[in-house]
């Protein structure tokens, strides 16, 4: 069993950044593809980036192409999001995710508990 713990997101003006850190631990978590989504209230989650399992495929949703950027570092078992030109509508609570290389939650079996990111306007 894989666990994952997020950072702590935050309060960020419109127009700023913000990294956002997923620490993974248990067997094999480096043998999975990682994913990130987010949920904002009364929308349904949403699909934000993934990376397979090397970190040599990537791919983002429409949204956050071009302004958000996910990594991982299978040493240290943890990926990344750096998110810049941050604004309002990305405002939501953020999931890392563990699974399969998939754009649709379905695809991930394992979550972390969830992170806070606020952009003020």
């Known amino acids: 069993q894989i666990q994952l713990v997020e950072s702590r997101g935050g309060l960020v003006q419109a127009g700023g950044s913000l990294r956002l850190s997923c620490a993974a631990s248990g067997r094999t978590s480096s043998a999975y593809a990682m994913g990130w989504f987010r949920q904002a209230p009364g929308k349904e989650r949403e699909f934000v980036a993934n990376?397979?399992?090397?970190?040599?495929?990537?791919d983002y949703a429409d949204s956050v192409k071009g302004r958000f950027t996910i990594s991982r570092n299978n040493a240290r078992n943890t990926v990344y999001l750096q998110m810049n030109s941050l604004n309002p509508e990305d405002t939501a609570v953020y999931y890392c995710?563990?699974?399969?290389?998939?754009?649709?939650?379905?695809?991930?079996?394992?979550w972390g508990q969830g992170t806070q990111v606020t952009v003020s306007s």
């Open positions: 990376i397979n399992w090397s970190g040599c495929s990537t």
């Open positions: 995710a563990a699974g399969g290389f998939d754009t649709r939650p379905g695809g991930y079996h394992c």
